[in-house]
């Protein structure tokens, strides 16, 4: 079955700074790869997601991108806030018959002001 | 609100009980997951049903089940429960048994074993 690694575990920058939060994935069936925002405390909520046809998306300050062939994806935060502060979780999914959303075991940055 | 709903918010027992989380998932939605987060193990993936009937299911532990039922809420049965299972148990929802969309989880139900 699908294994999602994440890395780094504990993030810590400055406000202002860009945080990059980096996954690998073992499953090359897997086509569609979300991140997921928990804050202290909170339920986790999809703050974006990319499928295996496109190699980069962006939404305001935070993008990810793709490499399908190393099996990796990335998501970058750039001009961090102190509200960015929160568990960050990579995931992917084969989208087939009897498999799941797997998720990575999370990232924890932590802005500083 | 996600419109995911999970109940009891927070449950304290004892080794070698049995208790049952509930979840009642967003108008519409047929497919309810369940995830258990544990401090250093990010969010596992348990079971998921699909209207009804099960359709995948990940490192659930035999002494767990799940089922969903006709009105598609679902339950999450822990039994002789260990002092390893106290964890945050979410359930998530979404529409199809295809995943092309965003998960919506509960609050989760923080189940503490002493």
């Known amino acids: 079955g699908e294994n999602v690694e994440q890395h780094p575990s504990t993030l810590s920058v400055q406000e202002g700074d860009s945080a990059v939060i980096k996954c690998t994935y073992s499953?090359?069936?897997?086509?569609?790869f979300p991140w997921y925002k928990q804050e202290l405390g909170k339920r986790p909520q999809l703050i974006i997601d990319?499928?295996?046809?496109?190699g980069e998306k962006k939404d305001q300050r935070i993008a990810v991108t793709l490499n399908k062939t190393a099996k990796h994806f990335s998501l970058h935060i750039t001009e961090t806030q102190p509200e960015d502060s929160a568990v960050y979780f990579c995931?992917?999914?084969?989208?087939?018959?009897?498999?799941?959303?797997?998720f990575g075991k999370g990232t924890t940055l932590s802005v500083s002001s | 609100d996600s419109g995911v709903t999970q109940t009891p918010k927070h449950l304290i027992t004892a080794t070698g009980q049995r208790v049952t989380l509930r979840c009642s998932p967003r108008?519409?939605?047929?497919?309810v997951y369940w995830y258990q987060q544990s401090l250093d193990q990010g969010l596992q993936f348990l079971i998921q049903?699909?209207?009804?009937?099960?359709?995948a299911k990940g490192n659930i532990l035999e002494r767990f089940s799940a089922q969903q039922f006709p009105d598609l809420h679902s339950e999450l049965n822990l039994s002789s429960l260990e002092l390893g299972d106290s964890a945050l148990y979410f359930c998530?929802?979404?529409?199809?048994?295809?995943?092309?969309?965003?998960?919506?989880f509960g609050e989760g139900s923080r189940l503490t074993v002493l």
């Open positions: 998530a929802s979404s529409v199809a048994v295809i995943r092309t969309g965003e998960l919506f």
């Open positions: 499953d090359s069936a897997s086509n569609y």
């Open positions: 990319i499928r295996s046809n496109v």
């Open positions: 995931a992917a999914d084969p989208n087939q018959a009897g498999t799941a959303l797997i």
């Open positions: 108008s519409g939605d047929l497919s």
């Open positions: 049903y699909y209207n009804g009937e099960e359709r």
